[in-house]
Every structure is written in structure tokens, then in C-alpha cells.
């Protein structure tokens, strides 16, 4: 069974950057695409950015592209998702999640990044971008 923790959100200033990290455990190969996913109060859940573990593909959603970066360390199993010139509206509780696929699912699961693909979910961590 997949475990996931998320740490690093906080407090920042418009402009500003933090590094979410997602820690995982039960991992039983690399056919596993790991997905960061935000909801912010009122709206729907959504997806910011998905990477396969096993080749480093990744896919960001249009509003975080140039800004965020997404990166695996197998080793540590863990993901990260660097955020730099935060705006107000990235504000959010962000999640990683991870299903594992099939090899030949991996790049639509990836290229798609929807919040009913994934199975195993971690407890959020919340994100304020304010002044």
C-alpha cells in the first residue's frame, strides 16, 4: 500500500518561492506516475503537475508552467515541486498523489494529470500566498 506525506507549504509573499516535498512509501517498482494536485476553498480539485517515476516525464498545468518544476528522487522516494513567483491565486492545499500503470499508460496518465487517475493521496499540506 502507497503512503504518501506531504511537507513545506506555508506562509509566503507574492513573488516569493517555497518546495513542496512528497514523501512515499510501498513503492514496488517504477511504473508509478506521481501527480501534485491543489484545491483551493470553493473549488474543485485540480491538477498542477504529474511526473512518471520511471522515466522523469512530467506535465504542468497551463497557470504554473515557467514556474513551477517538478523533480523525483528515486532513491528517496520522494517528489518535489519547486514553486517560484507565487501569486495570491496559488494559494491552495496542494496534494501528491500516485497510482501505479501500466508502462504503456504512463504518458497519457502523465499528460492528462486528473484527480480520478490517482488512487493513493497524501494528507495536503496548505500553500498562502499573501502579503
Known amino acids: 500500500q502507497v503512503q504518501l506525506v506531504e511537507s513545506g507549504g506555508g506562509l509566503v509573499q507574492p513573488g516569493g518561492s517555497l518546495r513542496l516535498s512528497c514523501a512515499a512509501s510501498?513503492?514496488?517498482?517504477?511504473?508509478?506516475?506521481i501527480g501534485w494536485f491543489r484545491q483551493a476553498p470553493g473549488k474543485e480539485r485540480e491538477g498542477v503537475s504529474c511526473i512518471s517515476r520511471s522515466d522523469g516525464r512530467t506535465y504542468y498545468t497551463d497557470s504554473v508552467k515557467g514556474r513551477f518544476t517538478t523533480s523525483r528522487d528515486n532513491a528517496k522516494n520522494t517528489v518535489y515541486l519547486q514553486m517560484n513567483s507565487l501569486k495570491p491565486e496559488d494559494t491552495a492545499v496542494y496534494y501528491c498523489?500516485?497510482?501505479?500503470?501500466?508502462?504503456?499508460?504512463?504518458?497519457?496518465?502523465?499528460?492528462?494529470?486528473?484527480?480520478?487517475?490517482?488512487?493513493?493521496w497524501g494528507q495536503g499540506t496548505q500553500v498562502t500566498v499573501s502579503s
Open positions: 510501498g513503492f514496488t517498482s517504477d511504473d508509478y506516475v
Open positions: 498523489a500516485a497510482e501505479k500503470v501500466l508502462r504503456q499508460q504512463s504518458i497519457a496518465v502523465v499528460t492528462t494529470c486528473r484527480v480520478l487517475s490517482f488512487g493513493s
